[in-house]
């Protein structure tokens, strides 16, 4: 991609247990424009939030690295930084400036003992060099940006004394602060309720629109993917099985385990129909495979009903089967 | 009328702040009747603090209710003593959330599915063992799993060593309590096939709990929506999804994603967040976030009222619902 803010390239992250090297991410490659959402959809052990990790340089020190591939971000300065190899102090400017993540849990990722407020304005006067009161005047306008209402007296409240959708406001505020070229949201709303998850996309959208950033959203929801993405990238043991634009990707599906992922998930109004046919919920078989004893060939094989010998020798590469589409499976053409 | 199995009436919970804490009891359950039908499935859903999990434990008694009755069968579980209450237990088992907080990870599959067994001292030894084989291969489990332990299996495999720990005592009654939420979506779509599978099997009459709407739809013959401890809807799960009443219910389903973008365009957000249960607004408890409110909400409590057969709401707006 041309202009991309994010853009890696045959990225494989490995983690080092028991003097073994397991690949929890396998040659992926991603790239996101300003203005574009992209998200990264799997199951636990896909290796989503691993990939997160290591372009925000926060793998388990000597336990997880970056075993091969390259990670470039678009500076706000203009100037393309690989984030590979990067030293921890050059790392540190630009996390919170350049990139900025929200987790999951916003009650774990917010510090119990200082106001929101201050939490806000940290990265402001660090990466932008504000003063306390001009920062803390940032983090009330930002406050009232994510929705809270009365933003003066709640920056003078503590993490405790929120709801959880107002947390994970203030840390959607925190990371926005220093205006970040990417955002990284890892499973946002996976914690909240329905109706409150509700609210945390509609703003993400809104905000996103109006700072015209990249984003990539991490989440194991397909109703999500559906409503705040305009591409999406599918894992399944740490290697992406197929992207593509959304809408076009839930529509006709080429790869078998996003058709399976798709019909597997419980639609509302479905239910009546499959009752009143006998029939079970479409189910994939099996369990994914441990990333410790992958099969040498594709690892969706084992549960694939159009696997074949040649499926088990060796792992299909991702093939472009229409214009900004692609696809890891041989027998595409057949899904 | 369907044999009636489970009857719950005016079930009310107050939970009284405890040590150095003060404040206001926190009003957990709010006078909840309803009904379960024998060999029926009725759906509890509502979203965090709505009291799902606690009429759950309230009616097998793993919390004490503050009032209310339970009549299970002919017998008010509430009023049991703590004999009869054991003795009542093996009637009435639990399905568990976390499949991995659950399982006791020094015991044995073997051991943990023997285990009810053998305090409710149920048959000889080999017919305990017989009887959770026999639940190990109700919940296609391989047989050699027995005598291993919880940590080697999978999330999906370890929530059916919970169901098979529950119907090893052969219950009459099930409490499924979010039996699906932490597990990834193709594995949860295997555990409901199997438990809806063996709750038409057995003739087992279930409560089950979840956040998840289209979940409960699957699995439920009935369902209840729940908010803030108060009951705002009760209806047949296909006339649920197809004829929202209670505004409440319809903001719920109006809220979960979808791919489809129609549904989306329609969408209504509420604004604002729960209230909280020591402090919940006067009369009807959803008003704070209505789209539908007016004075008259705030002043008595919306009763519970049968709009169709089979179909109740508490709202008292039901001209302004179209």
Redesign the interface.
Known sequence: MKDAVLDISGLTTTFTIGGRAIPAVQDLDLAIAAGETVALVGESGSGKSVTSLSIMGLLPRRVGQVAAGSIRLRCKSGQTTSLTGLDPESLRRLRGNDVAMVFQEPMTSLNPVFTVGEQIAEPIRIHLGKSHRSAAADAVRLLGEVGIPDPERRAKQYPHELSGGMRQRVTIAMALACDPQLLIADEPTTALDVTIQAQILTLMAKLQAERSMAVLFITHNLGVVAEIADRVAVMYAGRIVETGPVQDVFDHPRHPYTKGLLRSVPKLGEAAQLKAQGRDLPTIAGNVPSLRHLPPGCAFANRCELATESCRAAVPVLEEVSSGRHARCIRWREV | MDDLYLSVRNLTKHFQPSGFSRGPAVKALQDISFDIPRGQVVGLVG??GSGKTTIGRSILRLIEPTSGQVIMNGTDVVRLSARGLRRQRRKMQYVFQDPFASLSSRMTIGRILMEGLDIQRLGSKSDRQARARAALEMVELPEDAFDRFAHEF????RQRIGIARALAMQPEFVVADEPVSAL???????V??LL??LQMRLGLTMLFIS?????V??ICDTVIVLYLGRIMEIAP??EL??RPRHPYTR??????????PIR?AK?Q???G??PSPANPPSGCVFRTRCPLAVDACATSVPPLREMVPGHSMACIRDEAII
């Open positions: 979203e965090s999978s999330g999906g495999q990834d979506v193709s594995i949860q779509a295997q409901l096939n809806r599978g956040h998840d709407l289209a979940v739809e699957y799960a296909a999804y197809a903001a719920l389903l109006s809220a979960i994603p979808t791919p489809d989306r969408r957000v509420l604004t967040d729960i």
